[in-house]
């Protein structure tokens, strides 16, 4: 997934830098509609910071919990785009995200292991500002900026960590809009960090109680998603 980001970003780039002739435009009027629309797919990484207390339990354990990997996820949706100036336009991205992230507890003196596989299906709506740059030929690349209220369709209780369903992202990103004759195709790399203490403490809903100490030793845990669309307008 990183060497993806990687390649797609320095294509990205250099295609922009390196476009120095003046060519025939293609849908030169595009961009000053008031209002343009389209799709997009996409692949993501999530990934959960969490912050460990250090609980120890009756019997003296101390439980710490991590999430050393990354899994590929994807999401779909749909773009709205309102002309504000030459330069701003304003987005609404209706999307959807599946996806997911392991948390691996370890108990500090004897080693054991614990897993969890925390599954996310998010319905979220992106609301961003775009900030693009003059459109040079056939390209015209962009900064974009805003926030991404999420719900989580997919929690599960009765597990060692049980998420909040609700959470709000501040979304950072670069992109490139490329016209070619019949639509525009916009690749777009964004960074998500989570507002939200994600980790719901109100266990209730377990009915083994021995799983409450995976709750007890985690403070708090705040989601960040690295994302990776591609729009076609």
């Keep these: 997934m990183k060497r993806v980001l990687f390649i797609t970003l320095t294509i990205l780039l250099a295609t922009c830098a390196f476009a120095q002739k003046r060519k025939v435009q293609n849908r030169p009027y595009i ?24 609980f120890i339990t009756a019997d003296g354990q101390t439980w710490f919990a991590d999430t050393p990997e990354y899994s590929p996820g994807f999401n779909i949706g749909v773009l709205g785009e309102f002309y504000l100036t030459n330069h701003l336009a304003f987005r609404v991205i209706p999307s959807l995200y599946f996806g997911d992230k392991t948390v691996v507890f370890k108990e500090q003196a004897t080693g054991e292991v614990h897993r969890q596989q925390i599954k996310s299906s998010y319905i979220s709506v992106p609301l961003n500002l775009k900030f ?48 070619l004759p019949f639509f525009k195709f916009i690749p777009e790399l964004k960074f998500c960090f989570g507002l939200s203490n994600l980790i719901d403490k109100d266990r209730t809903d377990l009915t083994d109680l021995s799983l409450l100490k995976f709750t007890e030793s985690v403070d708090k845990g705040k989601s960040r998603m690295i994302v990776l669309t591609f729009y076609f307008e």
């Design 31 to 54: 961009d000053q509609r008031k209002f343009h629309y389209g799709f997009l797919i996409g692949m993501h990484t999530q990934d959960l910071q969490l912050v460990n207390n250090g």
């Design 132 to 179: 693009s740059s003059e459109r040079f030929n056939n390209y015209r690349p962009y900064l974009m900026a805003g926030i991404n209220p999420v719900y989580d369709l997919g929690v599960k209780r009765r597990n060692a960590l049980l998420m909040k369903s609700v959470d709000c992202y501040i979304e950072l990103g670069l992109g490139c809009d490329f016209y």
